[in-house]
């Protein structure tokens, strides 16, 4: 059944419009820097899902509202589910789980998927645009895999999409050290497809929008899926055994002290345990 034949989702934390072929797919919640919770990944998952067969759209963009793309994982719903191992096993597997079926989504539907990015691009927000096949940038846009700052380990198959993207050695320093990059310095690494200014962003997306829309999109449904099998073919083994690691943090000591430590605004204490 394609999106024509059903009536278009209602969301409460994303928006979906469709102009010149083009889906746009907001992540709606600017107060939160576009936390990423769990209602907001279930509609962005939906919204995906929808876009793909909607006969409206040729090409997909997702961007966030207000003053950034996406700070990453919901702390807050993170500490809620904190109080017991049960709870902490739950959460853990619900959200690393949610985060993985957006990136299969992303790199599984046929269409070309671009990330338009301004502001705070971290965690699995980050991880959300390395899904993307372009990633169109402005320079106010600051990336930073937040993951170890609390404890955890990237979801999203963010050290397998890095990994592709800029190699191993780039990725350990940005996964590992838990510092935030500029967008110059994405630009160099290979991170994003285009970098421009925070007033030109609109202008560049539509740019590579009114470009893609005019191709063939048979052709670029078979390009995008040769790339997943020579570029990606082992995201589903990366993404499974994400969620094994993210579950064994989840119950740490470490985790609890690190999502704490973020609430209070302090340095976290570590003990490896």
């Not at 310095?185 to 929008?209: F, I, M």
């Amino acid at each position: 059944m394609t999106a024509t034949q059903t009536q278009q989702p209602t969301f409460q934390k994303v928006t979906y419009d469709v102009a010149d072929s083009v889906a746009t797919i907001t992540l709606n919640d600017p107060a939160s820097l576009n936390a990423l919770n769990s209602v907001m990944k279930s509609e962005l998952y939906q919204a995906l899902d929808y876009a793909q067969y909607d006969t409206a759209a040729k090409v997909i963009v997702i961007t966030g509202a207000g003053k950034g793309f996406s700070s990453g994982g919901d702390i807050r719903e993170m500490l809620s589910g904190a109080d017991n191992r049960e709870n902490l096993l739950k959460m853990s597997h619900s959200l690393t789980i949610g985060i993985a079926d957006i990136t299969r989504r992303i790199r599984k539907i046929s269409k070309p998927i671009i990330a338009r990015i301004n502001g705070a691009c971290a965690g699995a927000g980050m991880n959300i645009a390395l899904a993307c096949d372009f990633r169109v940038a402005s320079d106010n846009a600051k990336f930073l895999q937040a993951f170890v700052n609390i404890g955890l380990v990237p979801d999203g198959g963010g050290i397998y999409l890095l990994s592709q993207l800029i190699g191993a050695a780039k990725t350990t320093e940005l996964v590992m050290l838990g510092e935030q990059i500029t967008a110059q310095k994405a630009e160099e690494l290979g991170l994003v497809t285009a970098l421009v200014s925070q007033d030109a962003l609109d202008a560049a997306v539509k740019k590579l929008t009114d470009r893609l829309t005019s191709l063939p999109t048979l052709a670029l449904a078979a390009m995008k899926q040769s790339i997943n099998q020579v570029a990606f073919a082992g995201l589903d083994i990366a993404l499974d055994q994400e969620v094994i690691y993210q579950m064994q943090m989840a119950t740490s000591e470490d985790f609890k002290e690190g999502i704490t430590a973020f609430m209070q605004k302090r340095p976290a204490e570590f003990k490896g345990r």
